[in-house]
């Protein structure tokens, strides 16, 4: 699985280079036969290979009946179908997989303008993340990226209906109507300056520990926040959980956001979303600075969930350089080794602590 991994992300990287000069046949042809690597090495993958695989074996095969409240209905389902068919919990690998990898690269496709460097993006943390562990919230998110298209394209009925359908995969997709308050507007300057102070003013209510959530009432999702306090009370929390400060992923996409706000004329006139994007990372900074008082697992899993509009600004970043190669090439750096760190930390160094 790792040499799969560096291989499709190597691949992809080198093709990256001379993307402009390909046929966009050539392209999708590269992104496809990618994306089908992707699909048979996250459908076919060991329990022991990354973190949460072996808590969905449990969950697989503990479901006897359709009827459960808690967890989301897609995955009562398919587990429950699959296990009348006598399949093992790799045909509910393969099976989420079949779902989100083609819908996120079309998404990719879509919202653009180098889809194979962001490919390359993409598999260096969020495939690794999404699509090898946290596999519900993979196709939650891939709705989520049309959502944000969709959005940016003020078409309302198709994004709500992703952010919808999404819910039925993982809960947390329904915070994603926030986007219905962004625009992709050409940010004024108050704006910029808006987008600039929302890492600082989150990190003060990070360092003061101020948790607004005991002011949420219980109809709009206060008792689920009371929850997620009570574990965190009880120390019961998700031992994955990070702290955003040593998490090396975290403070490349704040470096990543800053660069964008101050290149933001230059970029903005070669990447058509540029301004939804920032605003989506906005808010995923202020999810995990502002909810880590309440809640590690919340704010990380939701951080998590609008991160993923990284990858195209990572993407657009490219255009801050000239030639255009030296911006790739240093991106392709940047990612690379951002991709050998999350291979050593979900795959192998979660493998080798498995087997001890």
């Not at 949460?52 to 359709?66: G, L, P, V």
């Not at 653009?112 to 495939?127: D, H, K, R, W």
Request: with cysteine.
């Amino acid at each position: 699985m790792v040499i799969a991994i560096l291989t499709m992300i190597i691949i992809c990287m080198a093709f990256s280079l001379i993307e402009e000069d390909m046929k966009k046949s050539d392209v999708l042809t590269v992104v496809g036969m990618t994306g089908i690597v992707m699909i048979i090495v996250a459908g076919s993958r060991s329990i022991y290979d990354t973190p949460d695989s072996d808590n969905y074996e449990i969950m697989y095969y503990s479901i006897n009946s359709t009827e459960d409240d808690i967890r989301e209905p897609t995955l009562v389902y398919l587990a429950y179908y699959l296990n009348m068919l006598g399949l093992g919990v790799n045909a509910l690998f393969f099976a989420y997989a079949v779902m989100s990898i083609p819908l996120r690269l079309w998404a990719i496709n879509k919202l653009s303008p180098l889809p194979i460097l962001t490919l390359a993006v993409y598999i260096s943390y969020f495939y690794q993340l999404h699509d090898l562990m946290q596999i519900r919230c993979a196709v939650a998110s891939s709705l989520f990226l049309f959502a944000l298209y969709f959005r940016a394209e003020k078409k309302w009925w198709k994004a709500t209906l992703c952010i919808l359908v999404g819910f039925l995969f993982h809960y947390s997709a329904i915070t994603g109507f926030v986007i219905f308050f962004f625009s992709n507007k050409e940010l004024r300057w108050w704006e910029r300056y808006l987008l600039a102070a929302v890492v600082p003013l989150c990190l003060l209510f990070y360092f003061f520990g101020f948790d607004y959530s005991y002011f949420i009432p219980d109809e709009l999702g206060g008792d689920r926040l009371a929850a997620y306090r009570e574990l965190k009370d009880k120390g019961k929390e998700d031992a994955m959980t990070w702290v955003f400060y040593l998490h090396p992923v975290f403070l490349l996409n704040v470096a990543l956001y800053y660069g964008c706000l101050l290149y933001y004329d230059m970029l903005a006139r070669k990447y058509k979303y540029l301004s939804i994007m920032l605003k989506t990372l906005a808010f995923a900074f202020f999810c995990m600075l502002t909810l880590s008082t309440l809640s590690g697992v919340l704010a990380s899993r939701l951080y998590e969930y609008f991160a993923i509009a990284s990858i195209f600004l990572w993407t657009a970043a490219v255009y801050a350089f000239y030639p255009l190669n030296y911006g790739k090439i240093f991106i392709s750096s940047v990612i690379f080794v951002q991709c050998l760190a999350n291979v050593f930390v979900y795959t192998l160094g979660w493998y080798g602590n498995h087997m001890k």
